[in-house]
């Protein structure tokens, strides 16, 4: 008899893949910048904003700047002292500030490469969740006597080398993230401390 319940799980994880694949490919270096720009706190008359309600905050990951556009003129000097404490270089222009992406320490590099972990824990538990769905089917279709022990058994087996297979392209995918991230000399360190 033939095993079709892994075939689930080949496409639920196929999915989850590319799903990943998407969301560690749009991580940057810029996003540290757009962290603490989003962090920024203003007073404007005698009542503190955060600057989200007082402008528009855009990455351009191509020109390695954070794009601020304010919407009152009042605002731009508070933002740029805020800027300025941070230690974030910016160039106004009218309505515009444009906070430049630094140099980053190996430490602030590692806060992407922690957010990407976490993202990667995650994503191998929905992948570890979707290779158990079709096995628990099977072993429901062996009690209901739908199907028999050995091919449970094959769902188990063939969905556990589908998970395997998957896990390590997620491994993959990290570490070249990673590895982009960091730079050659940051990511030998990175290894180094990871083994």
């Not at 033939?2 to 080949?10: D, H, L, P, R, T």
Request: with cysteine; aromatic share 6%; charged share 30%.
């Amino acid at each position: 008899m033939e095993e079709n319940y892994s075939i689930q799980a080949k496409n639920l994880l196929d999915n989850l893949i590319n799903e990943y694949n998407e969301t560690i490919k749009s991580i940057h270096k810029i996003d540290i910048v757009l962290k603490q720009v989003k962090g920024i706190r203003i007073e404007v008359n005698k009542r503190t904003r955060w600057i989200s309600e007082v402008a528009n905050i855009s990455k351009e990951v191509a020109n390695r700047k954070v794009r601020i556009l304010i919407y009152n003129e009042d605002y731009i000097d508070p933002v740029k002292g805020e800027l300025k404490n941070l230690s974030l270089e910016c160039l106004k222009s009218g309505q515009f500030i444009d906070v430049i992406q630094p140099e980053f320490s190996y430490n602030d590099l590692m806060s992407l490469v922690d957010e990407i972990e976490i993202k990667q824990r995650k994503i191998l538990a929905k992948c570890a969740k979707a290779k158990m769905d079709p096995v628990l089917r099977s072993k429901n279709a062996v009690e209901n006597e739908f199907i028999d022990q050995a091919v449970a058994r094959k769902t188990s087996s063939n969905c556990q080398e589908i998970f395997d297979t998957n896990e390590k392209k997620i491994t993959e995918l990290t570490n070249q993230k990673i590895k982009m991230l960091l730079g050659n000399e940051n990511y030998k360190k990175f290894v180094k401390e990871n083994f």
